[in-house]
């Protein structure tokens, strides 16, 4: 009798500890699916672009990563997020971060493609021999810091 009585606060805290096991699976899955996660860097070698390595599929990291974001910001909104809420607000920040690290490197790398097809040309040497030189340098940079990444 006294369990029928309490019916509506067995139902709210049955209800809470099912979404907190929600959460908590889901908080593993994330979890598993990132420490997996790797980037796929190829060999480019364009001898004109003097490019050896580019950055692809970014597209579909970035489309789990915003679906993480989304699962991120629904857990927030969860009124069962409390024993879980360091871990959620850290994921929330380290997904930004990857978010917008990835976002600058696949526009650096586009915009270093158009320039090294300009800087490519002979052309260029002739008419900006100083500008040319310059991106010589830079783009030797370029290419060390993928030799550090890859």
Not at 21 to 46: D, Y
Not at 100 to 115: D, G, M, R
Request: glycine content about 2%.
């Amino acid at each position: 009798m006294r369990t029928v009585k309490h019916k509506h606060v067995i139902k709210k805290i049955l209800c809470k500890a099912i979404d907190e096991n929600r959460i908590e699976q889901k908080l593993k899955e994330i979890n598993e699916r990132w420490n997996t996660m790797s980037l796929n860097i190829e060999k480019f070698s364009n001898v004109i672009l003097h490019i050896e390595h580019k950055l692809c599929g970014v597209h579909d990291v970035l489309q789990v990563l915003e679906d993480d974001q989304i699962t991120m910001h629904k857990m927030m909104n969860s009124y069962s997020v409390e024993p879980f809420l360091e871990k959620v607000e850290t994921w929330q920040k380290n997904l930004s971060t990857v978010n917008e690290v990835l976002n600058k490197w696949w526009f650096v790398q586009q915009k270093w493609i158009y320039l090294a097809e300009i800087y490519a040309g002979k052309n260029i040497l002739n008419i900006l021999p100083e500008k040319a030189e310059k991106f010589n340098e830079l783009n030797k940079f370029y290419q060390e810091v993928f030799v550090i990444i890859v």
